[in-house]
């Protein structure tokens, strides 16, 4: 199921790394966006560390989820998917055996 | 230095309390007007990050710093003095032996 860098042409890493920065913008800016209508509510000490604690969490998690490596990408792509941050289509470009397993990967 | 619980009279520990609540509400009152405001600024990821290095680091010296036990109490308060969290007349009603050790502390 791993697909080593050799294994993607040059069209599919551009298809890959656009993909990839796509879905990483879009949560960021969900999670920006939470922040600051989160922080406009804080009103006593226990709602600043319960900000710390999802800024803890989310950074822990995104940090875990965006790895741009090869052998990995296929899973990422599908997780992604599988949380709604991608379109499947947004992988047109990617041999279609790949799409297929990430389709696959996104819905176990 | 160090002033056991039975160093202190029930009227310290009124005193006492009020004034550790009073530089713990300020200080945090402070620290929340800081993240509204830097949240409301985040525009990248970056800021988002370093909003959740001050959280770390405010959380673990304000949980290090606020310290209501006896034995500490007196190095507690001269920081909060140092720091401008607590002016050494909010400490009136201790002995004034305690006052002077405070005060002594807080200017080292």
Redesign the interface.
């Known amino acids: 199921m791993q697909a080593l860098e050799t294994d993607w042409t040059d069209v599919e890493k551009n298809v890959a790394q656009t993909a990839f920065n796509k879905a990483y913008e879009r949560e960021?800016t969900g999670?920006?966006q939470a922040?600051?209508e989160?922080?406009?509510q804080?009103?006593k000490?226990d709602?600043?560390?319960r900000?710390?604690d999802l800024?803890?969490a989310k950074?822990h998690e995104i940090d875990g989820k965006y790895d741009y490596r090869y052998p990995a990408l296929m899973f990422v792509f599908a997780g992604l998917v599988k949380e709604g941050w991608l379109s499947i289509d947004e992988l047109n470009g990617l041999q279609s055996n790949k799409v297929a397993k990430i389709l696959a990967l996104s819905r176990m």
């Open positions: 960021l999670l920006m922040v600051r989160s922080s406009n804080i009103e000490p709602d600043l560390w900000l710390h800024l803890s950074r």
